[in-house]
């Protein structure tokens, strides 16, 4: 049996950093990062939300992410 180690996240209302990793995007999507990394390659993410490839990682825009789930910047 295969231990989770639970993630905590502050609430994206207190995110104030410019970007979010895609683990963070997928917890305050409620989707798994891999949905977001297929949405990234394929180019079909929603407005707002084109990430910044660094390093060869995904960064997602915060305000996208706020957008996406109806949080107020």
């Given at each position: 049996m295969q231990s989770q180690i639970e993630q905590r996240f502050a609430p994206l209302e207190q995110v104030t950093k410019p970007n979010l990793t895609t683990d963070e995007l997928a917890y305050y999507s409620n989707q798994k990062p891999q949905t977001w990394r297929v949405k990234a390659c394929r180019e079909t993410y929603p407005d707002g939300l084109r990430p910044i490839r660094i390093?060869?990682?995904?960064?997602?825009?915060?305000a996208g992410a706020k957008k996406l789930?109806?949080?107020r910047a």
């Open positions: 390093g060869g990682r995904l960064n997602w825009p915060t789930c109806g949080v």
